[in-house]
């Protein structure tokens, strides 16, 4: 069983769309962090959110921190095909270790 | 040159052969980390050093071994290899000094892609 649960699994749009990718837990964090990983390399951190109601925008994508801090939802303003790729979520509980969800695979169509 | 480089990148071997996958970092950092990721399943946290002394169990140790040889290199071992773990295998690094806890971010290896025929 998943500690962190993604959805949707996969998501495929149009260049121009908006879409929001979910990571849920029952657990607490005391962080959640957002990866991008492409094909044939490892993820890359996009956000690290700390504060339960946190929302951080890094361009294009905005990201946030439910106020329980147990759940948090990445947004994508007018997607590019630059944005495909495997998004993870990881939470880090408070004895530090990181919990990985399965991925949103997202998919850009030009 | 890559921060976190990973050898071999793909590998085919056959039940019950030992594997050795290995780890450099030129980072500088403390923390080590060894994950499998599989399709659905995410990544895994197999086994983490925080320094040379320092080795760690993770969610999924069994049939795999580490050794931190310095503080820049650490290696996977899978003493008898076993079809099901045949995954992508990721090495991660973390900086402890001067990063806050809540914010630690890993910056991982290429991956090696493992198939146990």
């Known amino acids: 069983t998943q500690l962190l649960e993604q959805s949707p699994q996969f998501l495929s749009i149009q260049e121009g769309e908006n879409l929001t990718v979910y990571c849920n837990s029952s657990s607490v964090f005391s962080s959640l962090q957002w990866y991008r990983q492409e094909p044939g390399e490892g993820p890359v951190l996009l956000v690290t959110?700390?504060?339960?109601?946190e929302v951080k925008k890094l361009k294009r994508l905005t990201f946030q921190f439910g106020d329980a801090r147990k759940d948090s939802s990445l947004h994508i303003t007018a997607a590019q095909p630059g944005d495909t790729g495997l998004y993870l979520c990881?939470?880090?509980?408070?004895?530090?270790?990181?919990?990985f969800g399965a991925g949103t695979t997202v998919t850009v169509r030009a | 040159d890559a921060d976190v480089t990973q050898t071999p990148r793909n590998r085919i071997t056959k039940t019950g052969k030992r594997i050795m996958l290995e780890c450099s970092q030129t980072k500088g950092h403390d923390r080590m980390y060894w994950y499998r990721q599989d399709p659905g399943l995410g990544l895994r946290l197999i086994y983490y050093s925080f320094d040379v002394k320092d080795i760690n169990k993770g969610e999924i140790s069994d049939g795999y071994s580490v050794s931190r040889q310095a503080q820049a290199k650490f290696s996977l071992s899978l003493e008898s290899a076993i079809p099901n773990q045949t995954a992508l295998y990721f090495c991660?690094?973390?900086?402890?000094?001067?990063?806050?806890?809540?914010?630690?971010?890993?910056?991982f290896g290429p991956g090696t892609r493992l198939t146990v025929l």
């Open positions: 991660a690094t973390s900086d402890l000094k001067g990063a806050g806890i809540q914010t630690d971010e890993q910056f």
């Open positions: 990881a939470g880090i509980s408070n004895d530090y270790k990181l919990s």
């Open positions: 959110v700390v504060t339960g109601g």
